[in-house]
């Protein structure tokens, strides 16, 4: 069964490629959804996909890249209103 979560990552984690390694990250686990920048410096991730997967994504998005440095990780999960067929970022 599906899941879908919304991640939003604090740090320096914009300028840093974080969104390039989620993109890898998630098609590597297999999850779909999307990776963008804020204008408040964070980075949104929204992702489905087997609760496994999800979990494996959410434990990554506490480290990240080498390049970033995360200090928080917030999570909800979300319906799923919108069809995603691969990771992109937006």
């Known amino acids: 069964m599906a899941r879908r979560i919304k991640l939003l990552i604090s740090g320096r984690v914009q300028g840093v490629y974080f969104r ?3 993109q890898k990250k998630a098609k590597q686990l297999g999850v779909k959804g999307f990776a963008r920048n804020l204008p408040d410096g964070r980075v949104e991730i929204v992702a489905e996909a087997d609760h496994e997967p999800i979990n494996q994504l959410i434990e990554w998005s ?3 890249p080498i390049t970033a440095r995360v200090d928080q990780v917030e999570f909800i999960d979300i319906e799923i209103d919108e069809v995603f ?3 992109e970022i937006r």
């Open 62 to 64: 506490h480290k990240g």
């Open 85 to 87: 067929t691969t990771f």
């Open 20 to 22: 390039y390694f989620t």
